[in-house]
C-alpha cells in the first residue's frame, strides 16, 4: 500500500434473513433456519451486521411482501432458507420472482452443483437469486449444513478450494448493484473482485 492510498473504514451492512416454514412459523418445531444464517455470516463477514430477520409460512404473497419489506428497509443482502423444493407448499422461487428486477442464474446452478457432491436429490432444488432495485436476494436450501456448504463451498482433505461456494462472488455483485463493500473471513469464504475493484479497508472505529 502507498502512502498516498486512501483507507476505507468497514461500511455496516443491513442484511435480511428470512426463514420459510410452515411448522416452524406456527410453533410446531424449533427453527434452525435463522440461527443458521446469523451464525454463518457473522463468521463470514467483518463489518458491522445489522440483522432484520422474518420467520413466516409458505405463503406465496406473504414472502413477496417480506422480501419487498426488507428491500425498503434498506438490506443490502436478503438470504432466505425454505420452501425451495418440488412440494405444492414450496413457493419461496415463485414468490422471490415475482419482486425481481433481473434474475441472477448463476448462483443456483453453483448451488445445484454444490449439492449433487453429496445427492442426487440436488436437481430437485428450485433456489433463484434475484435483484431487486439495490440489493440481492438469494434463496438458500433449508437445512443448516447445506447452508453452510452451499455458502462456503466444498473443500479437499488439504483445506484446498474444491467446488467454490456461492458466498465468494456476493460482495463484489453489491459492488455492482451500488451497494456497501463488504469484507470477508478469509478463512471462511474468501471473496473474489478484479484488482480493480479491491480496496483497503480497516476496522469501523468505536
Known sequence: MSSGEHI????????????????ASSGVYEDKGLPALQDWLTRALLNPITFEARLIPDEK?????????L???????????????PALRD???????????KEMPGF????????????????????????RAKTLIINLPGQPKSIAETLEGLRDADGKSKVPGIFAAVPYCIDLIGGPYLETVDSVCKAFRPKTALRPTRPAAG
Open 8 to 23: 476505507y473504514p468497514l461500511e455496516a451492512v443491513t442484511i435480511g434473513i428470512v426463514s420459510i416454514s410452515d411448522r
Open 91 to 101: 413457493v419461496t422461487p415463485e414468490a422471490t420472482l415475482a419482486i425481481a428486477d
Open 61 to 69: 404473497d406473504g414472502i413477496s411482501q417480506a422480501l419487498v419489506e
Open 71 to 85: 428491500v425498503d428497509a434498506g438490506c443490502a443482502l436478503v438470504l432466505t432458507t425454505g420452501g425451495t423444493g
Open 108 to 131: 443456483g446452478e453453483q448451488m445445484r452443483r454444490i449439492s449433487l457432491e453429496f445427492v442426487p436429490t440436488a436437481i430437485l432444488s428450485r433456489q433463484v437469486a434475484v435483484i
